[in-house]
């Protein structure tokens, strides 16, 4: 005889008691639990593991600049204590060929009644971004004498670029952080400069007839 209660069956023989019967109750019960269990704990593993890759990527990704009329852009950065250094990375989309600028600046931490710089700037590379992602170096000026300065040798022509700002943390065990802003200012076309070239000359053309009628 087959005897059924919820999710647990077995079969009545001659010679089972209640004991037998309760074994099987108790060996069941904990089959089951340790089942739950199991499942349980790769639904957690699984929700670290996809928390991680989320936290990683997030870390990994570049801020895109967003440039205003007068062709200025913001950006910053702020970092946690770290030995490590930190390579922050900003993507901006030239239009028009521009000749790009940047300057930036480093937070300073009042310890002890003095002001120290808390964050260092070691290098700033520009690149230039491809449809696919890849990127090529472009050659590039940093300089900190005076304040920080940096820009590419030549102008942009239309595309996708950005630059890599490499820095670290000053203070130990304080964090550190550090703004700064980008230019980007349309070259002229060439017209341009003929029709200036013009107005000069007809300055120039002016004055002296003037110069001339008062001598005259």
Partial sequence: MEVTNGSCKWKLQRGCNAADKSYHFATTNESRGISMKKALFSKVAGSLLLTAGLLASGAASAQTL??????????????TWSAASNIDTYLFEVDTTSWASGTAVVGRTAINGARQANYAITGIQFFWQAGDGTRTDLDTVFTTDGGIEFYPVASLDAGMYGFTVTGNTLVANMGGAYAGTLNLAPVPEPTTFAMLGVGIGLLAFSARRKTDDKLG
């Avoid at 967003?66 to 062709?71: H, R, V």
């Fill in 66 to 79: 967003t440039f205003n009329a007068d062709g200025n852009a913001d950006f910053s950065a702020l970092h």
